[in-house]
Nanobody, 124 residues
């Protein structure tokens, strides 16, 4: 069983930065691909970024390309989403997902392993 806990959200002005963390309680973290999603009020959950189990491959959605980057520290069972040059339209609850299917340009989440989400609010 894997439990995911996100942290690092908060209120930031446009142009600012935040780093989200997704920590897993399970020892199998190293085997799991990770995905990040977000959901703004009144909108559907959308894909943001994904990184494979080793950290050697990652990609982001076009809406955040060049601003968001991913990394992971497997010994610490933690993945990170570095968000720079934040915009008001980035305001959402951000969720991490583990165990999904990672391809070069797509990530299909695994429904069993979601975090509880962390709020990111970007003021203009």
């Amino acid at each position: 069983q894997v439990q995911l806990v996100e942290s690092g959200g908060g209120l930031v002005q446009a142009g600012g930065s935040l780093r989200l963390a997704c920590r897993s309680s399970g020892r199998a973290f190293v085997r799991y691909n990770l995905g990040w999603f977000r959901q703004a009020p009144g909108k559907e959950r959308e894909f943001v970024a994904a990184i494979n189990w080793s950290g050697e491959a990652s990609f982001t959605a076009d809406s955040v390309k060049g601003r968001f980057t991913l990394s992971r520290d497997n010994p610490k069972n933690t993945g990170y989403l570095q968000m720079n040059n934040l915009k008001p339209e980035d305001t959402a609850v951000y969720y991490c997902n583990a165990g999904g299917t990672f391809n070069s340009d797509s990530y299909s989440p695994y429904d069993q392993y979601w975090g509880q989400g962390t709020q990111v609010t970007v003021s203009s």
